[in-house]
């Protein structure tokens, strides 16, 4: 293999590090939203269980903060 290959290869598998840690790193803040927002609701809204409403409910809202942190980041750049 030249340099020039090697080169290529040791980028191509830095940017799927990169990717990867991006990929988990995602992962982990949605998996906490979640998490932290069914606490929320649980905490102070009118639900004593996990029925049709609350996830209905819980979807939307999820969305929403979604669609938060996604004007937030473009906001700041």
Do not use: A, C, P, W
Request: without cysteine; hydrophobic residues 30%; glycine residues 2%.
């Amino acid at each position: 293999m030249n340099l020039i290959n090697k080169n290529n290869m040791s980028k191509l598998t830095e940017q799927k590090i990169i990717d990867k840690v991006v990929d988990e790193t995602v992962d982990t803040i949605i998996d906490k939203i979640d998490e932290v927002l069914v606490e929320y609701m649980y905490e102070y809204g009118d639900y004593e269980e996990s029925d049709n409403k609350f996830f209905d409910e819980k979807e939307e809202i999820f969305s929403s903060v979604i669609t938060e942190l996604y004007n937030r980041i473009n906001n700041n750049k």
